[in-house]
């Protein structure tokens, strides 16, 4: 079974990036634009590592980090342009 990685990032340069070396290693990347979109993808899928931005549109990836943990214990990897 292929791993599924979460990739939420609203800037799709990053997450072009991501999923050309993430699919070269056989897995599955599955990506949104927004916290609340992220939160919703981890409740219905079985993902293995969320990779979340911090400054996203709707709900952050501090926000969303913090509601996922509450759903399930699972790795998150938080990128931030932010100094």
């Known amino acids: 079974m292929t791993k599924k990685i979460l990739i939420a990032e609203d800037d799709e340069d990053i997450v072009g990036l991501l999923r050309l070396y ?8 599955i990506s949104v ?10 409740k219905s ?8 931005d911090i400054m996203m549109p709707k709900m952050n990836g501090i926000d969303a980090c913090l509601k996922i943990r ?14």
């Not at 993430?22 to 990347?29: A, C």
């Not at 634009?33 to 981890?42: H, L, S, T």
């Not at 509450?70 to 100094?83: C, F, G, H, Y």
């Open 45 to 52: 899928k079985q993902i293995s590592l969320a990779i979340l």
């Open 22 to 29: 993430l699919e070269k290693d056989g897995y599955e990347i």
């Open 33 to 42: 634009d927004n916290g609340e979109d992220a939160f919703k993808i981890v």
């Open 70 to 83: 509450e759903e399930r214990q699972m790795p998150i990897i938080m990128l931030s342009a932010t100094s």
